[in-house]
């Protein structure tokens, strides 16, 4: 069959692409629908066989290309002559690929039809969430005093920062409290508005919750409510802006702005002016994923968040697990309920949320279930728990980090992810998108942005203080694979099966020789990363096979 380069190029591919657009822009449904990610599995699928033809046919065109050149300027006889067979192959080869794109055709042609059954909301971004989901999340400083928390160094840390005589003389300084989801910057922040110390020395202290919605006129009406005790409804902007220039003069004041994640200056700047008119020694406290957004506000202290220890999980952990039994009838949990801890790798909601889902288990057997079960890697996503809340920060990347954010889940948990190398393997696989010659220097700061959103940790530097190299928390690792799904897989080199059919990118464990890997059994692999010891290659080797 003869086949046209136009059938290649414009009909499928187009549409393939058309309605992945299309689904970026139903983003919740893409991640928390199992039925839509399955679908969007398919459709990727073929994506990838569209863009395999297409190279065939690519390297076909080119080889003849480079026959007809040889035959025309004489360099050698022309191969058909000697060798027949070799021109059938080439039919051959046009009939195969004739053939595929049939195939592929047909199978593209349903993908509308399948795609009417889901419903999809165009626009239902994260952006345009319910207010339900804002209520949620709502904040407020009031803590339960008959709970249990942890924290006393960072909580001590923070009090000094608030109260100490350092810039008292600024109308305001700004305290920011920086950390991935649920390691508990807003419980710090109740915890140090209920301190005593802090409440002797503020004349009022003030509860915002910000939510990715920075709504400047929400949160003056706010602050001029707590301070002055009137509301100010129906008002324009400027006369807020003016009302609450004058109350914030009043008094000293310590104003929270819990879970901020607007990184734009100018924003803040329309609030910052009126608040530059409070009375000297007024504090704001500001918590964030994001180190940017601190920076933005120009914040001068940063407190970096870090992960509890394992006494302080423990402590946590037999709190919410144990709570109303009798010790000498958990003791035979205790070891299994360490594991789980461990499993929890220092986050506090993950603590939590796993402590209160074993309290109603009593036997051993059920919490060696939990211990064991999919709940670390979120294969069914549910509504309650912490995926919800770790999400967020997914949703919230822009669009061009979100494919280099989840190439990360391709490589082994707690490994050393070295700048320039994940730069060259985005490069390599066309997610660093520029027409600029700079495509480097864009994939570091694309890697030092996702840095700043708490996505990455650990960060080390060289001699002139320039980061190139991070890890990634078991968490949020988790995460990337959950929304990226069964594309990418990490095997130990000894499994029969290495690995599924639907994996494009594969790293493989190697724990002994390297000249026994196993032919790999995916057709569309791009790409394959090897960890093992030094004798394979210095930590890691790469092949790329497009
Ligand atoms: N110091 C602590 N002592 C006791 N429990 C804690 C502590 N910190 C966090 N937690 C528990 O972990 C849960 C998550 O904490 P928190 O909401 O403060 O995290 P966060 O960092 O503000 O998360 P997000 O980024 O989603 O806003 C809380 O509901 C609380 O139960
Ligand atoms: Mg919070």
Not at 163 to 191: D, H, R, W, Y
Not at 395 to 413: E, G, I, M, N, Q
Not at 423 to 448: N, P, Q, T
């Amino acid at each position: 069959m003869a086949v046209k380069k136009e059938n290649m190029e414009n009909a499928p591919v187009s549409i393939v692409l058309k309605e992945l657009y299309d689904l970026a822009k139903d983003e919740r449904q893409q991640v928390t629908k199992k039925a839509v990610r399955d679908w969007l599995a398919k459709l990727k699928e073929v994506a990838y066989e569209v863009e395999d033809i297409l190279d065939e046919w690519r390297t076909d065109a080119f080889r003849s290309q480079r026959d007809k050149d040889d035959i025309h300027f004489g360099k050698k006889v022309h191969p058909y002559l000697l060798f027949p067979c070799i021109c059938f192959k080439k039919v051959e080869s046009r009939h195969d690929t004739g053939h595929k794109i049939r195939e592929i055709t047909e199978r593209l042609n349903k993908i509308p039809i399948e795609k009417s059954a889901f419903n999809f909301n165009e626009g239902n971004t994260w952006e345009g969430k319910s207010s339900s989901d804002i209520e949620q999340r709502q904040t407020g400083s009031l803590i339960d005093k008959t709970k249990i928390f942890v924290r006393d160094q960072d909580k001590e840390s923070i009090v000094n920062e608030l109260v100490c005589a350092n810039g008292q003389e600024k109308p305001f300084s700004i305290v920011s409290i920086v950390g991935m989801g649920g390691l508990g910057k807003t419980t710090l922040t109740k915890l140090v508005c209920n301190d005593e110390r802090v409440i002797k020395h503020f004349k009022k202290i003030i509860w915002v919750y910000v939510s990715d919605r920075f709504d400047l006129n929400q949160i003056a009406k706010k602050i001029i409510l707590s301070m002055s005790g009137s509301s100010c409804e129906n008002l324009d902007f400027d006369t807020l802006q003016h009302s609450l220039h004058e109350v914030v003069g009043k008094m000293q004041f310590l104003l929270v702005l819990d879970d901020v994640w607007n990184e734009n200056h100018s924003e803040w700047e329309k609030l910052k002016v009126p608040l530059n008119g409070a009375a000297q020694g007024s504090r704001i406290v500001v918590t964030t994923r994001s180190r940017k957004v601190a920076e933005v506000m120009e914040a001068t202290h940063i407190h970096n968040l870090g992960i509890l220890s394992n006494l302080d999980c423990w402590k946590l952990f037999t709190y919410e697990a144990f709570k109303g039994r009798e010790e000498e009838k958990y003791q035979e949990l205790t070891e299994v309920g360490m594991e789980i801890v461990h499993k929890c790798k220092g986050v506090p909601l993950a603590v939590v949320t796993v402590g209160s889902l074993l309290r109603h288990e009593k036997k051993k057997l059920d919490w060696k279930f939990i211990l064991e079960s999919e709940i670390w890697e979120w294969k069914t996503p549910k509504d309650e728990g912490m995926l919800p809340s770790l999400l967020l920060s997914y949703y919230k990347l822009p669009l061009h980090l979100k494919p280099c954010f989840l190439f990360c889940s391709v490589f082994p948990k707690d490994h050393n992810i070295k700048k320039d190398e994940l730069v060259k393997l985005w490069m390599a696989h066309g997610i660093i998108k520029s027409e600029r010659a700079e495509i480097e220097e864009i994939g570091e700061k694309y890697f030092d942005d996702l840095l700043t959103r708490s996505l990455f940790q650990d960060a080390q530097e060289d001699d002139s203080g320039n980061i190139i190299q991070c890890k990634m928390h078991d968490l949020v690792h988790n995460l990337a694979k959950f929304v990226t799904s069964s594309a990418y897989c990490i095997k130990e080199i000894g499994n029969s099966n290495l690995c599924s059919d639907s994996s494009h990118h594969l790293s493989l464990l190697v724990n002994y020789d390297a000249s026994i890997i196993p032919s790999l059994m995916c057709k569309r692999l791009r790409t394959l990363l090897l960890f093992g010891p030094s004798r394979i290659k210095e930590g890691m080797t790469v092949y790329s096979i497009i």
